[in-house]
Structures are given as structure tokens and as C-alpha cells.
Nanobody, 125 residues
Framework: QVQLVESGGGLVQAGGSLRLSCAASGRTFSSYNMAWFRQAPGKERVFVAAINSSGGSTYYADSVKGRFTISRDNAKNTVYLQMNSLEPEDTAVYYC??????????????????WGQGTQVTVSS
């Protein structure tokens, strides 16, 4: 098993930046593909970005491509989401998720085995 704890959320003005972190503990972090999802008020949770276990491949939702960057540091057991040029539409609770690398990266939330508690990101206009 792996435990995930997100941090780095907060309130930022449109056009600003935030970096989210997700610290993992438990089983070997490098055994997991990692992803970020987000859930806006009144909406379903949706895929944002993913990274494979080695960090060599990344994937993004069209809505964040070119603005967000996912990365990981396996030595620190942490995955990051650098968010630039933030827009009010990015306001949501952001969750990190882990999936055993035996199964590959997925865009579907029900394919992920472990979840953090979420961190709130609010972008004001």
C-alpha cells in the first residue's frame, strides 16, 4: 500500500502560479504511475495529468496542456504539479492518485488504487 498527502494549494489570482506536491509513503514509490485529478464544485472529478513510474512519459488533459507540468522525484517519494497561467476555471480540489506500474498509465480515475485527501486550489478573477 501507499499513502498519499497533497500540499501546496491555496488562493491565487488569475495568471498566477502554484506548485502542488504529493508525498508518498509506504511501498516503493517508483513502483507506481502517478496522476493528478481535480474536482470543481458541482462537477465530476476529472483527469489533469499523469506520469509514468520512471518519469519518462507524461500525459495531460487538453485544458491544461502548455500551462501545467507534472514531474516526480523518486528519491523524495514526491510527485509535483506546476501550474502556471492559472484561470478561474482551474478552481477545484486537486487529488493525486497512484496506480501500480504493472497496469500502465490511465486517464480514468477508477483505474487508480490509492488517493490522497485533496488540496483546494482557488483562482480569483
Amino acid at each position: 500500500q501507499v499513502q498519499l498527502v497533497e500540499s501546496g494549494g491555496g488562493l491565487v489570482q488569475a495568471g498566477g502560479s502554484l506548485r502542488l506536491s504529493c508525498a508518498a509513503s509506504g511501498r516503493t514509490f517508483s513502483s507506481y504511475n502517478m496522476a493528478w485529478f481535480r474536482q470543481a464544485p458541482g462537477k465530476e472529478r476529472v483527469f489533469v495529468a499523469a506520469i509514468n513510474s520512471s518519469g519518462g512519459s507524461t500525459y495531460y488533459a487538453d485544458s491544461v496542456k502548455g500551462r501545467f507540468t507534472i514531474s516526480r522525484d523518486n528519491a523524495k517519494n514526491t510527485v509535483y504539479l506546476q501550474m502556471n497561467s492559472l484561470e478561474p476555471e482551474d478552481t477545484a480540489v486537486y487529488y493525486c492518485a497512484a496506480r501500480d506500474n504493472l497496469y500502465g498509465v490511465s486517464y480514468q480515475q477508477d483505474r487508480y488504487h490509492y488517493w490522497g485527501q485533496g488540496t483546494q486550489v482557488t483562482v480569483s478573477s
